[in-house]
């Protein structure tokens, strides 16, 4: 390639090879091009796998929010068989199969469509047992005779508590999860308080498992997005995942307040 046009893309050295700066921008103008054949070419294409969908989302959506909402598109969509993949790493449309995605984060995926589909409040939950016996949750300071819950959001117990105005609370001290779904589990089960992703805990806020102990909410930088490859909405089910999807999020975001 580098003959036929004539300049360098590489720089070869002897371990490593690196893009060039006009390599770069040329990669970058191709894999646009590349991608619209792909689209175009998806359209083209007998989809042989007409009736399964493969999804990609975070364990923490998936268990929490979306699973328990699934058998409603499966009523809609009886031709459709939902394959789901979760993991904590952004997953690749081609290599790892997927038709479409529900990514959390601040958009701006490179080479795919992004369209938004909600934002996120993040506020302490427990279960209705913390609200009453030797030491009940009646204001933030109360947080101090209790065991804080911890999970990897970006929104921590240090910046919700400087919020509430709390000194005199360790936001550091409690028992910590590396998944999400563990600790909206550990918070049903008593385990102490939780800084609560609304999507996340709507369903157990509803069934009464989790209260809030307080009105204080932060908007989360984050916001869910539905993803998908340009041109992917022609096939008949990622457009039907993708509207169903829409209006799930219209009609049954969270909008959960304060406890009694």
Do not use: M
Not at 67 to 91: E, K, Y
Not at 128 to 140: A, C, D, K, N
Request: charged share 25%; glycine share 10%.
């Amino acid at each position: 390639i580098e003959d036929r046009l004539g300049i360098q893309l590489f720089d070869r050295g002897t371990r490593s090879v690196r893009l060039t700066s006009v390599g770069a921008a040329y990669a970058s103008e191709v894999r646009t091009a590349l991608d619209q054949i792909a689209a175009a070419t998806i359209a083209a294409t007998p989809d042989r796998t007409a009736g399964i969908l493969n999804v990609s989302t975070s364990d923490g959506f998936a268990g929490r929010w979306l699973v328990p909402r699934l058998h409603r598109f499966h009523r809609a969509n009886a031709d459709i068989d939902v394959r789901l993949s979760t993991s904590g790493v952004l997953s690749d449309f081609v290599s790892d199969g997927i038709d479409i995605a529900i990514r959390y984060g601040k958009g701006g995926y490179a080479g795919v469509t992004a369209e938004f589909l909600a934002d996120e409040e993040v506020f302490p939950v427990c279960s209705p047992e913390l609200l009453q016996g030797e030491h009940p949750l009646r204001q933030p300071g109360d947080l101090r005779h209790h065991k804080l819950i911890h999970d990897a959001f970006r929104i921590d117990w240090a910046t919700w508590l400087q919020h509430a105005g709390v000194g005199d609370v360790d936001p550091k001290r409690g028992v910590r999860f590396d998944s999400a779904t563990f600790a909206v589990e550990a918070a049903v089960h008593g385990e102490g308080v939780l800084l609560g992703r609304s999507a996340l805990v709507s369903a157990d806020l509803a069934a009464g498992w989790l209260v809030r102990p307080f009105d204080l909410a932060l908007k989360s930088a984050s916001r869910y997005y539905v993803v998908y490859r340009d041109g992917a909405l022609r096939q008949k089910k990622i457009k039907a995942f993708r509207d169903w999807l829409c209006a799930e999020v219209a009609a049954d975001w969270v909008g959960a307040t304060k406890d009694g």
